[in-house]
């Protein structure tokens, strides 16, 4: 699973939640950004396979830290408690539901990856590995992707007011992600090393998460000077 993650950061958002975007958008993959850094120090280990599965050349055999279900509820738990001192240290608004919301935001991740992973998703430790194994389906799993990227953004256009350009560098967002799930899943590439593949997603992660906070950006003086 990889765009259809930001479904769920697009459809948490809303007006009487008051959570920042890019904050939902570093939450659902909060694990991943754990993961990438376990996998930078040597702690979890990473297999670069071409045609590993269907849809994904990652093969992630050691990850306990970040992706077993324990891990993800002790992650998701430190995500909602920390959300408010973030908000005390930003000066951001604050609302008593954001912090579960936040918590569960960071949880959605692992449900997404249960679906779409072979059984490499641990109960406890590594032990008890689950997975549905969509990715082992390239085109259901590049549908599901789509459709639940869709699905979340057009939540988002729905359930908060913004002017008409915001909605639309949503939607060339939107599309942005698309093309690249496209390449991600379709377009044949040279596997990477373990740590390059894991500096990727420190990279390319956190340039969505700026491009979430600058779309928020847009058409926000109009409003507040609007009458």
Known sequence: MFVGHYSVAFAAKSDKNKIPLWVLFIAVQFLDYMWATLVLLGIEKLRVIKGFTAGSMLDSYFHPYSHSLIAAVIWSSVAGIGYKPLCDWLGYAYRKSAALIVGLTVFSHWILDLIAHPRDLAIYGNKWKVGFGLLNYRDPEFALEIGLLAAGIMLYLTRNVMPEIRKGAVIAFGVVLVVIQIGNTYVPRT?????????????????????????????????????
């Open 191 to 227: 596997p990477l090393t373990d740590k390059a593949t894991a500096m990727g997603v420190w990279v390319f992660y956190t340039l969505f998460v700026v491009v979430a906070f600058l779309i928020e950006k847009i058409g926000s003086r109009r409003q507040t000077n609007a009458p």
